[in-house]
């Protein structure tokens, strides 16, 4: 019966052990072999994911933006609906703004006025001088209008440029 009770006794003692938490003065077995080596856990640095261009990020499509060009004389407004074109030889024309898109350095409009002539506002983040008011304008831009390009200055309608 002795030998029973030992074999009990044991018993307990191992469940007893098992159940146990961890001296904290304890040692930590080592870790495996390939695990990774101790210190701050490094991530590699992201890549670099595409993102729009600073001048396509600085230009607010949902502001409304008021271009002009001299030599020859012409006005461009693009609306978050329109864009509206005109020329001293023909008035305001409405168009459908059909959105932007985003090219190298640039944001780009394009649509077809009333008649079918296409149009194509490219508006760069550039301080721009009409060159004959001297008022700075931040944006410059690259009409193509009626098989003709024009070149210009734009600015913020809600923010024009100020008189020197």
Sequence with gaps: MHGRTWVALAALGLLAACGKAQDSTSAAPPPPADAPADG???SPAPSAAPTLSSTAA????????????TEPFWALQIRPETLNFSTPEKPMRRAKNTGLSIEPGMAVWMTTLPGGGAIKASVSVKDCSDGMSERR???????????RTLKGCAAYADAPPANP
Aim: aromatic share 8%.
């Design 40 to 42: 701050p856990i490094s």
């Design 58 to 69: 600085a230009i607010d499509p949902g502001r409304a933006i008021d271009a002009v060009g």
């Design 137 to 147: 304008y931040p944006f410059t831009v690259a009409l193509e209008a009626e098989g």
